[in-house]
């Protein structure tokens, strides 16, 4: 029977704790790298969801929010008041209102009224939001106004569009 020393026990078990050193770092490596992939791909699809957002329905702008994808980037460059009537057109429940309406539901969400902007400035800073089609605009039923146009949000129902304008007619 070999006697060992406890010196040549103790320098066995640094050295193969030093190789198993050197096997969990190099572990830790290649799991960081992988993450870095992985999170670089989740940049890419957040990025892809902000450009697609005028596309998707409301179901579907509650599934991305939901995944805490800022969607805020999305309406990046708005103006202050197009910001607040797209919020808007994102709470209401029915997800049409007619122009008159929807400048309306502005004014009212404005803690100073006398701060709202006229209609006819509403229109002009909302059309941001009809030009990346976040929001469809549908004549109403007085072509010569645009209170009665129906504002919907983009992807919802086309049949609640069209139920809703031939109501209103």
Do not use: W
């Not at 406890?6 to 190099?26: A, M, P, R, S």
């Not at 994102?90 to 100073?112: C, W």
């Not at 919802?156 to 209103?168: C, N, Q, R, Y």
Request: aromatic share 4%.
């Amino acid at each position: 029977m070999e006697h060992t020393n406890i010196v040549d026990v103790l320098l066995q078990n640094i050295t193969d704790d030093q190789e198993l050193l050197k096997g969990i770092e190099q572990k830790i490596d290649d799991a960081k790298e992988e993450k870095k992939d992985v999170q670089e791909r989740i940049k890419g699809y957040h990025k892809d969801a902000s450009a697609m957002m005028k596309y998707a329905s409301a179901e579907q702008i509650a599934k991305i929010e939901a995944l805490d994808i800022n969607v805020s980037e999305s309406k990046q460059g708005l103006n202050s008041v197009a910001t607040t009537t797209f919020d808007i057109m994102m709470n209401t429940k029915k997800k049409l209102m007619t122009n008159g309406e929807l400048y309306q539901a502005y004014v009212d969400s404005l803690d100073d009224k006398e701060k709202a902007v006229k209609y006819t400035e509403f229109n002009i800073k909302c059309r941001p939001l009809f030009n990346n089609q976040r929001l469809i605009r549908t004549k109403g039923s007085d072509p010569k106004s645009s209170r009665t146009d129906v504002i919907t949000l983009n992807g919802s129902s086309k049949a609640a569009i069209k139920k809703e304008t031939t109501k209103k007619k």
